[in-house]
C-alpha cells in the first residue's frame, strides 16, 4: 500500500540548534516533494519544492534533500528559534497527477 | 484578496443536515483543490478543478460529497446528509495552472462539527 510517512509526531529541540525532520514514502514514484508549514488553526503554507532529478534545496535557514533510492526526504532548519514551531508537513506529487499526497507532519517546538 | 478565503470558519450542524462550505480562490488563480483534515490524519485530497476542464472527482469519498466551481472562481463543497465520520477541517487551495511543479496556497479551511 502507499505510505507517506513522517519521522516522529513530535520533536522538541533546544534554540539555535538543527532540527532535522524526516519524510519517507513507499509505493509512490513523486516527480516533486514540497514541504509545508502549519500553524495551529491555520492552513498549510508552503516552503520549498524539489525535484526527483534534484539531491538538495536551500532557502535562507532551510535546507532538503531528496533521495529517490532510499525514497526519502530531509528537512532541516538551521539556527533553530521559537517561532520555527508548527508542524511541518510533506507532500509528494506523482507525474500525472493533479493532487498533493500528504504525511501526516511532525510537531516540532523549538525551546528557548 | 490576496489570499484563499474560505467560509465559514466554523460550522456546527446536526447529523443528516445539508452542509455548504465556500471557497474564493486567489485572482487568476485557475487551479483548486479541496483537501479534508482529519485529527490525526494527513490531509486528504477531495476534489480538483482547472480551468474549464470535467473535475477530478477521485478522492470524494461517497456520493453525499459534491462540489461545485462557477465562472472558474468561487468553489462550494457541498455534504449531504452528514454523518459524524464528516467532522473535519475543510481545507481550500489553488495554484496558478494546476502543474505539478507550483506550490498550492491554502485557506484556513472550515471546521465542521457534526452532532
Known amino acids: 500500500s502507499q505510505k507517506i510517512e513522517q519521522n516522529s509526531e513530535a520533536l522538541n529541540i533546544q534554540e539555535g540548534k538543527t532540527a532535522t525532520l524526516t519524510c519517507n514514502y513507499t509505493n509512490y514514484s513523486p516527480a516533486y516533494l514540497q514541504w509545508y508549514r502549519q500553524d495551529p488553526g491555520r492552513g498549510p503554507v508552503f516552503l520549498l519544492l524539489i525535484r526527483e532529478n534534484e539531491k538538495e534545496k536551500r532557502k535562507e535557514r532551510l535546507k532538503v534533500t531528496f533521495d529517490t533510492t532510499l525514497k526519502q526526504s530531509l528537512f532541516h532548519i538551521t539556527a533553530s528559534q521559537p517561532a520555527d514551531s508548527a508542524t511541518y508537513l510533506c507532500?509528494?506529487?506523482?507525474?500525472?497527477?493533479?493532487?498533493?499526497?500528504f504525511g501526516t507532519g511532525t510537531r516540532l517546538t523549538v525551546i528557548p | 484578496g490576496a489570499g484563499v478565503s474560505q467560509s465559514p470558519s466554523n460550522k456546527v450542524t446536526e447529523k443528516g443536515k445539508d452542509v455548504e462550505l465556500r471557497c474564493d480562490p486567489i485572482?487568476?488563480?485557475?487551479?483548486l483543490y479541496w483537501y479534508r483534515q482529519s485529527l490525526g490524519q494527513g490531509l486528504e485530497f477531495l476534489i480538483y478543478f482547472q480551468g474549464n476542464s470535467a473535475p477530478d472527482k477521485s478522492g470524494l469519498p461517497s456520493d453525499r460529497f459534491s462540489a461545485e466551481r462557477t465562472g472558474g472562481s468561487v468553489s462550494t463543497l457541498t455534504i449531504q446528509r452528514t454523518q459524524q465520520e464528516d467532522s473535519a477541517v475543510y481545507l481550500c487551495a489553488s495554484s496558478l495552472d494546476g502543474r505539478s511543479n507550483q506550490p498550492q496556497h491554502f485557506g484556513d479551511g472550515t471546521r465542521l462539527s457534526i452532532l
Open positions: 507532500a509528494l506529487v506523482t507525474a500525472g497527477a493533479n493532487n498533493l499526497f
Open positions: 485572482s487568476g488563480h485557475t487551479a
